[in-house]
C-alpha cells in the first residue's frame, strides 16, 4: 500500500507535489520511520523551504531561523493516536534535516475523552508559547473558546482528523469523513443483502468527524426501505465500553444483521462483542481504520472489512502545514488524506 503522489486540497484544485510518498504497511509491523524514502522527502522539504508553497502570499512576517517547538493534542490516549504521533515526528524529522533547525513535536493526550480536560492541556500549552498547536478537537463548540485563544495569543492552530471549525482561519488535515461513512455503511448493506437490521457505534458524538460519519451512515440506510437502524451505542473511543455496549445491544435485537462504527475504538469493541457470543458470520461487520486489533479481527473473519484513513499521514501532513503556517505562509483549507478499504484479501 502506498501513500498518494498527490495531496488533494478539497476546496481548490488538486496540488500535485513531485515528489513520491512513503509505503505505508497497514498491520503496523513496520516502523513508520523506515519507510520513509529520504531522498524524495529531502526534495519534499527543499520545495517547502524554497517557499514555493500552496500560495506564495504570506500572512506575516515570521523568524524561522531557530527551534521550533508544536503541541500535538488528540481526543485522548489511544493506539490510532500513536499512529498520528509517528507520522507527526517523522514529519519533524524530516523539516529538521531539510532545514537546519531543530524542529520538535510534544505529544499531550488527555487520559479520557474529555472535552474539559482536553481544553485544560490546550490552555497549558497555549501558556508555553508553542509554534504551534495541532488539535484534534473533541466538540468544536466545547473547544472553541480554548482555539479563539490560541488564535488570539498568537499561536498557530492546525485540526487534524477534523474538518477545520467554522469562522477560523485553520487548516483541517484528514480523510473525507462523509465518504468514509458511506462507504462503510454501502458495503454493509451489500452483505447483508439489502435488508435486515442494523446499529451504530457512534464514538464521541460531539466530535465533528465521528458526528459527520454517523450523520452520512444514516442517509445510506435511509436509501434501503428494508434496512433499518435498530440502535445506536456512544462509546467515547474506548474499546471496552464499545463491547459492552455492542453485547448488550446484540441482547437486545437478537435479529441484528450488522455493525458500522464512526470512531477506530467502536469496531474493535463490537467485533470483539461479536466473536464472545458466537455470531461470527452472522453478524457482519464493516470496520473503521486500521487498528492492529482491527486488521486481525478481518484476518479472523469476525469483520468483513475497514474503511480506513490514514493516520500517520494525518500527522505528517498536520505537521507540514503547523510549520508552513508558523513560517508566514498560506496553507490550505483542507487536506484530505484518503481511505483505504481494508479487506483480508488487501492484507
Known amino acids: 500500500m502506498r501513500w498518494e503522489e498527490n495531496m488533494v486540497v478539497r476546496r481548490g484544485a488538486r496540488i500535485s507535489w513531485p515528489v513520491k510518498t512513503p509505503e505505508l504497511n497497514v498491520t503496523g509491523q513496520d516502523s513508520f520511520e523506515r519507510k520513509i524514502k529520504m531522498k524524495h522527502v529531502f526534495l519534499l522539504s527543499a520545495i517547502l523551504a524554497a517557499g514555493v508553497m500552496v500560495s506564495p502570499t504570506p500572512t506575516k512576517a515570521a523568524d524561522t531561523s531557530g527551534p521550533m517547538r508544536f503541541v500535538l493534542i488528540p481526543k485522548t ?94 487548516t483541517g488535515v484528514g480523510a473525507d469523513f462523509c465518504e468514509q461513512g458511506t462507504l462503510a455503511a454501502e458495503r454493509l448493506v451489500k452483505l447483508i443483502g439489502e435488508k435486515g437490521e442494523v446499529a451504530i457505534m457512534m464514538g464521541v458524538p460531539t466530535a465533528p468527524n465521528h458526528s459527520i460519519r454517523a450523520q452520512c451512515e444514516q442517509k445510506v440506510f435511509a436509501k434501503y426501505p428494508a434496512v433499518k437502524v435498530v440502535a445506536t451505542g456512544i462509546d467515547n ?111
Open 77 to 170: 490516549v489511544h493506539p490510532w493516536f500513536d499512529k498520528v504521533n509517528a507520522g507527526a515526528q517523522s514529519a519533524a524529522t524530516m523539516l529538521s534535516k531539510a532545514t537546519g533547525q531543530q524542529i520538535t513535536v510534544e505529544y499531550r493526550a488527555p487520559q479520557s475523552a474529555d472535552v474539559s480536560m482536553q481544553n485544560d492541556i490546550i490552555e497549558r500549552a497555549i501558556a508555553t508559547h508553542p509554534n504551534g498547536i495541532l488539535l484534534d478537537p473533541l466538540d468544536e463548540k466545547g473547544n472553541r473558546s480554548t482555539m479563539e485563544e490560541a488564535d488570539g495569543q498568537g499561536v498557530g492552530l492546525t485540526v487534524f482528523d477534523s474538518p477545520p471549525p467554522q469562522g477560523m482561519d485553520v
Open 237 to 347: 473511543d474506548s474499546i471496552e465500553t464499545a463491547q459492552k455496549q455492542a453485547s448488550a445491544i446484540m441482547q437486545a435485537h437478537p435479529n441484528l444483521a450488522g455493525w458500522v462504527a464512526c470512531d477506530a475504538a467502536g469496531p474493535v469493541g463490537v467485533g470483539q462483542a461479536i466473536r464472545e457470543s458466537g455470531q461470527t458470520g452472522k453478524v457482519k461487520e464493516v470496520g473503521l481504520d486500521n487498528l492492529n486489533d482491527m486488521i486481525q479481527l478481518i484476518k479472523d473473519g469476525v469483520a468483513e472489512s475497514s474503511a480506513s484513513s490514514r493516520p500517520e499521514m494525518q500527522g505528517y501532513w498536520a505537521v507540514v502545514a503547523a510549520w508552513q503556517k508558523a513560517a508566514g505562509q498560506k496553507t490550505p483549507k483542507n487536506i484530505d488524506t484518503g481511505i483505504d478499504i481494508i479487506t483480508k484479501q488487501s492484507l
